[in-house]
């Protein structure tokens, strides 16, 4: 088992920036991923980033590409979402989480441990 706890969420203005933070607890082996997914009113999930815990691999949603940056410490088993020149269009809630293996790490029905989700909102 896995638990996974979010923090870092709150209001923003355009343009601003905001840094989640995902610590996790339990089981997590060396190929475990961290991923961040987000979900608007009235939308799908998507996913964000995600983040190869052994080796630091990044993937990321092309929308957010340049913007955001995923990474982990190890250590604390802590995984973190730097997100930069936020835009209104990106208020959402932003959940964590994590599988074991790094295929399909965009698909969000192949995560198997889900935070309970911190709250973003971009003012304009």
């Known amino acids: 088992q896995v638990q996974l706890v979010e923090s870092g969420g709150g209001l923003v203005q355009a343009g601003g920036s905001l840094r989640l933070s995902c610590a996790a607890s339990g089981r997590t082996f060396s190929n475990f991923v961290m991923g961040w997914f987000r979900q608007a009113p009235g939308k799908e999930r998507e996913f964000v980033a995600a983040v190869v815990r052994s080796t630091g691999t990044t993937y990321y949603a092309d929308s957010v590409k340049g913007r955001f940056t995923i990474s982990r410490d190890v250590a604390r088993n802590t995984g973190y979402l730097q997100m930069n020149k936020l835009k209104p269009e990106e208020t959402a809630i932003y959940y964590c989480?994590?599988?074991?293996?790094?295929?399909?790490?965009?698909?969000?029905?192949?995560?198997?441990?889900w935070g309970q989700g911190t709250q973003v909102t971009v003012s304009s």
């Open positions: 989480a994590a599988k074991w293996d790094t295929a399909y790490y965009n698909i969000r029905e192949k995560y198997d441990y």
